[in-house]
């Protein structure tokens, strides 16, 4: 197992070396985001392998990493829902192997599998009350929805790659 990319290996080749080959690695396929901050709605679908987010100051790189957090569980900022709006939704859907650590907990908590390989982690803010939490269309507490998101971390690269990665990227 290498420890990062080698000189003429992509960052995308590295990750699929790492522990993915076991079935525990994850993937951010996409982010739709509904009535956050600035973002009426927006869809995002991401192709495997490295993506880099980049922009001018104020570009709304930082309302896209907000609102993955908020879909994972993450406790929302105070401005998030769109001003005028009733509420406001984050969708993050993530490929995942039959052996993710997600998997076991949605075993333990007895929520339903991801199908097809893929789980759906979604938060709605409203306006004028609480947020609510689903994971694959099913009601969890944010708390549920944090653990079984892992903060992110673990469904977006296989552990251990995301250090190597950035540093030779």
């Known amino acids: 197992m290498s420890a990062g990319p080698g000189i003429g290996e992509s960052a995308p080749a590295a ?3 790492a522990p993915a080959a076991e079935g525990a690695f994850g993937r951010l396929a996409a982010l739709e985001i509904r009535s956050i ?14 993506t880099v987010l980049t922009g001018e100051t104020g570009a709304g790189k ?10 994972l569980g993450r406790k929302p900022r105070r401005d998030l829902v769109l001003a005028g709006a009733a ?21 333990e908590l007895a929520l339903a599998p991801a199908e097809d390989g893929m789980l759906v982690c979604r938060r709605v803010a ?6 609510s939490a689903f ?8 708390e549920t929805l944090a653990r079984i998101g892992a903060g992110g971390g673990h469904l977006a690269l296989p552990g251990g790659t995301q250090r190597p990665i ?4």
Not at 62 to 71: E, K, M, R, T, V
Not at 166 to 169: C, E, G, L, Q, R
């Open 135 to 142: 994971v694959n269309d099913q009601r969890v507490s944010a």
């Open 166 to 169: 950035a540093d030779h990227a």
């Open 37 to 50: 901050v600035l973002i009426d709605a927006l869809d995002l679908s991401f192709a495997p392998g490295l």
């Open 126 to 131: 409203r306006a004028d009350g609480p947020a």
């Open 62 to 71: 930082s309302i896209l990493l907000d609102a993955l957090g908020f879909a």
């Open 15 to 17: 990750a699929a070396a």
């Open 87 to 107: 509420q406001g939704s984050a969708t993050a859907l993530f490929e995942i192997g039959p052996r993710h650590p997600a998997l076991a907990v949605m075993d």
